[in-house]
């Protein structure tokens, strides 16, 4: 029996340990929380991100380097186009926010646009909030909120989160505003980039509901330290309809679409609060684990592997270590490196060799019904391959 | 994905090479087909950054422009393009056979034959990847809308003649593209996969090289060796060995050659209108001429690889032998460009930025009906398609064990042969199901009896045979199967009928926005000083 791990040892510490000494730590942005909640059962994944491990460093180090990377031609642009849409204090974003989600209020003119700079991330969220409260104290105006700093708990350690723009409205309701550089095209955009720009802005979402749940309750008890008696102004709450700005066809001008995202939002709580916490995966590591890119490649493979992944084709696009996980998935003739589709028609078998020798009718039960389906296939595509080698066709 | 399909992954995996997904080819390939590799801007919508484009392996034409920002440039790059694509489409246009077609006599409303104009052959577009469709497509909508000079002398920027025509070219292509079996714009990692099944995922199939490595791995490397190689590879300068097959371009191509290279363009050009005397334009303009062939070079040192892959993929799959269907397929292909060859011709305006409500259902309807018809077709034309459909119950074949002559209770008694028919297979026959059966190319129908008692395992089928025997009481010969016939049937139908026809656009109810009325012209896209297109 091991003994007792100490638990004296602050989560941080023992985080700051998994990094390595003097490795600072990677913060978490909505993009990679978003993609950890596509992939929640993978343990690896969880712990690298809470401990803040540079995954881009990591990959190097073990010899199999992520494929990300950014165009400047991209990166310029995004920036351009985000600078012409904020400009002039915000003035034809909250034109489009009125316009798209809040008809019946009055057109915004003269919004506040308050200084949210603050030391650290820290500093930055509370001066959020208390922005965010003025804001929805002040009923009857309209606030753009430039670059706020949120804060959300992922598996036990503090992510901040930084969303392009939030207005508050004069009904006090806020609204979360994502502006992407893919062209709105005839009213209409790539689906799958705007499923993932709805993705992040369910992370905003959730976020922010939480900084609006502790306001209320402020709120609801009356203020402590104000002294004032119970508010009666209204109550903060989210809209659960984001705001996605993007160029209007092959213009660099602004156009909007309001995106429901009660569906993303819900499920990237549930997977969210499905994510082991990273307390109890560290506490499965053993002692003196470290994931520093200075290490050498064979210890670094060796802590890497002493975590669990779930690795599916699916991580390429989303995950900077997946080369070195589908190698390893490869390795160990994990159908799932197939794809998560082909896995699931297998039944209970989860190697290629077990698969191949089910379907040769070398192992498996022949009651299994995947078995049994598995030699059917096998023999239907013998028996075609056959029936063409042969120089015959069937039928 | 069917088991069987999965089966060949698995085995691609175990021995290192890519397995025969079919063993017909299922897509037409022109003999002379135009293949475009085209490169786009980081960031902006469709803006190009370059193409090969032609119909000759060895000597691709190769378009750069050399600021992407630049409203001229990309101007002469699609009118480059539109030099090169025109004259290839009109060639096809121009061969005509002589076809019939049912059409409605407008004042009789009876359905008349009409002799028409049918293209002998279509031109045919190969483009690497799905998302090369996807900018085929979005090209086509950048130029179908804008003016020329000559349409409008008012326009700001007016587009080079050809462009508009261009952009209309490629929306229709584009369109096609969605059409099931269609052939008439490729994308070659979609055809490749339809053809092999590698051992890796349908999303690692995308990457053209990796997937050629499957199927073609060089001499003593396995598969995987090869497509890790072609994925992630990268010289001493950083730069991957086999660039992606694009239009998206390798941000570290992007970061560390083509911006440089773009910056050095941007500077020679104006230090050229900065020139104060022809001897020192002269030298300046030879820095501004060397700066954009570096941009040229880099251009095709990122696309050449591509073309050349692009090639390598049709000759494996000229390897094939052509399936039966192929053909008939193709010539809906030629009908659809005659259609658009003779609207273009009748001087109709461009495809509209939506459909209308009745335009719309009837490509819709279009697309599923060719669904259906690809399906089946595929199916009858390889037994390998055939194989997933017997696994998943929608056929069965098996050998005749005995047939019984029997005759309809009709006044005419006509032949209804019950035939035996004893088979490994599964299918789910429901009561009085329908089974066809492919006689000489036609479909020939049955109907589902019943089960028989069989001595030895297998199951024992009843059909009663419906139909093709002829007029008289005995049925022509040949037309029934006999003892001992190994046959295929299908319980879906071999030829797909169209559904219920659709209103004309004037009778389109309230419900779906009612009658489109007078046609109003689309405007062009408002020009403003970033745009990009």
Redesign the interface.
């Known amino acids: 029996m091991p003994p007792p791990r100490t638990r004296g040892k602050a989560l941080r510490q023992r985080l700051a340990e998994l990094r390595g000494s003097e490795v600072p730590a990677k913060a978490l942005d909505a993009r990679a929380l978003a993609a950890l909640a596509a992939n929640p059962g993978c343990r690896r994944r969880a712990i690298l991100d809470g401990a803040g491990v540079n995954k881009t460093a990591l990959a190097s180090a073990l010899g199999a ?1 992520s ?1 990300f ?10 920036n351009a186009f985000e600078a012409k849409v904020k400009a002039d204090g915000g003035a034809e974003l909250l034109r489009l926010v009125h316009e798209r989600l809040d008809r019946h209020a009055e057109p915004p003119v003269d919004a506040h646009v308050p200084d949210l700079t603050a030391i650290g991330p820290e500093g930055r969220t509370a001066r959020t909030a208390l922005a965010l409260r003025e804001a929805t104290a002040a009923a009857g105006t309209w606030t753009l909120l430039d670059h706020p700093m949120l804060a959300l708990d992922v598996a036990g350690s503090p992510a901040f989160l930084e969303p392009d723009a939030v207005v508050v409205h004069p009904d006090g309701r806020w609204t979360v505003v994502e502006i992407k ?3 709105m ?2 009213g209409s955009a790539d689906p799958a980039k705007v499923g993932a720009a709805a993705r992040q802005a369910a992370v905003y979402v959730l976020a922010l509901e939480e900084v609006a749940a502790r306001l209320g309750a402020e709120l609801e008890t009356g203020a402590p330290g104000s002294g004032s008696a119970r508010h009666d102004g209204p109550l903060p709450e989210v809209g659960h309809q984001v705001l996605l700005v993007c ?1 209007k ?5 602004p156009t909007a679409s309001a995106v429901d995202i009660r569906k993303q939002r819900a499920v990237t709580a549930r997977q969210l609060a499905r994510l082991t916490r990273v307390e109890d995966i560290a506490d499965t590591l053993p002692e003196g684990t470290c994931f520093s890119p200075d290490l050498p490649a064979a210890d670094l493979a060796a802590a890497v592997e002493s975590v669990p992944a779930t690795y599916a ?2 991580c ?2 989303a995950c900077e270590l997946a ?1 070195h996980c589908r190698d390893r998935s ?1 390795a160990s ?1 994990a ?1 799932t ?3 998560r ?2 896995r699931a ?2 039944g209970g078998l989860t190697t ?2 077990d ?2 020798a089910a ?1 040769r009718g070398e192992a498996g039960d022949p009651e299994d019904p995947a078995v049994a ?2 030699r ?3 023999q ?2 013998a ?3 056959g ?2 080698a042969a120089g015959g ?3 | 994905m069917s088991l069987i399909s999965t089966l060949a992954r698995l085995e691609a995996v175990t021995t290192g090479r890519a397995q025969p997904a079919a063993t017909v080819r299922h897509r037409h390939l022109a003999e002379r087909p135009l293949v475009l590799v085209p490169l786009t801007t980081a960031g902006e919508a469709g803006a190009p950054l370059g193409a090969l484009v032609g119909t000759d392996r060895d000597t691709p034409r190769l378009l750069v422009v050399p600021q992407p920002r630049d409203r001229d440039l990309r101007f002469a790059f699609l009118a480059e393009l539109a030099d090169v694509v025109l004259p290839y489409i009109d060639g096809y246009a121009r061969e005509v056979e002589a076809a019939e077609r049912n059409e409605t006599d407008p004042e009789t409303g009876k359905r008349v034959k009409v002799e028409v104009e049918l293209c002998a052959d279509a031109p045919q577009l190969i483009v690497p990847s799905r998302a090369g469709t996807d900018l085929v497509r979005l090209l086509g909508r950048s130029m179908r809308f804008r003016r020329t000079a000559e349409q409008d002398p008012e326009t700001p920027h007016p587009a080079p003649p050809r462009v508009p025509l261009l952009g209309r070219w490629l929306t229709h292509f584009g369109e096609r593209a969605r059409v099931p079996g269609s052939s008439l714009l490729l994308a070659m990692t979609d055809v490749l996969s339809r053809h092999w099944a590698t051992g890796q995922s349908t999303l690692e199939d995308q990457h053209l090289g990796a997937l050629l490595a499957w199927i073609a791995p060089p001499q003593g490397s396995t598969g995987a060796e090869a497509a890790l190689r072609a994925e992630l590879a990268r010289d001493a300068k950083g730069q991957l060995l086999c660039p992606p097959a694009g239009p998206a371009t390798d941000p570290a191509f992007d970061n560390k050659l083509l911006a440089p290279a773009i910056e050095r363009y941007d500077r020679a050009r104006t230090a050229l209108a900065a020139a104060e005397d022809g001897l020192e334009a002269d030298d300046r303009l030879g820095e501004l001429t060397a700066a954009e062939r570096d941009i040229r070079v880099l251009v095709e040192s990122v696309t050449r690889p591509t073309w050349d892959k692009v090639w390598e993929g049709l000759d494996l799959l000229r390897t094939l032998p052509v399936g039966a269907h192929v053909e008939e397929r193709w010539t809906r292909d030629r009908w659809s460009f005659t259609a658009h060859r003779d609207r273009i011709s009748a001087g109709e305006p461009p495809q509209p930025r939506r459909d209308d409500a009745v335009t719309a259902a009837d490509k819709l309807a279009s697309r599923e009906r060719e669904q259906a018809r690809l399906e089946a077709q595929e199916a009858l034309d390889d037994p390998l398609v055939m194989a997933g459909r017997r696994l998943s119950g929608e056929a069965f074949a098996g050998e005749v064990t005995d047939v019984v002559m029997a005759y309809s209770e009709s006044k005419r008694p006509s032949p209804r042969p019950l035939v035996t028919v004893r088979t490994d297979d599964r299918p789910h026959l429901g009561e009085r199901a329908k089974a066809y059966r492919s006689l000489d190319g036609k479909p020939q129908t049955t109907e589902f009896v019943g089960y028989e008692e069989s001595p030895d395992g297998g199951t024992l089928l009843v059909l009663r045979v419906l139909d093709k025997m002829g007029r008289g009481k005995e049925p022509e010969a040949g037309s029934v199967p006999e003892k001992g016939d190994r046959l295929c049937f299908t319980l879906f139908e071999h030829e797909q009928r169209g559904g219920p026809k659709l209103p004309d656009p004037e009778e389109t109810p309230w419900t779906h926005g009612g009658p489109p009325g007078e046609a109003v012209p689309e405007s062009a896209d408002p020009m403003t000083a970033e745009d990009v297109l």
């Open positions: 380097p494929a990377g950014q165009s400047q031609f991209a990166l310029t642009r995004g550089s893919f062209p095209l005839d160029p066809d092959f213009s660099n001008l084709p699916e390429l696009s080369f490869r003739g159908v490196a197939l794809g589709s082909v028609e297998l290629v060799a698969v191949l379907a389906a598995l059917r296939a096998a239907l595509r028996e075609a391959l029936a063409v066709a069937a039928g």
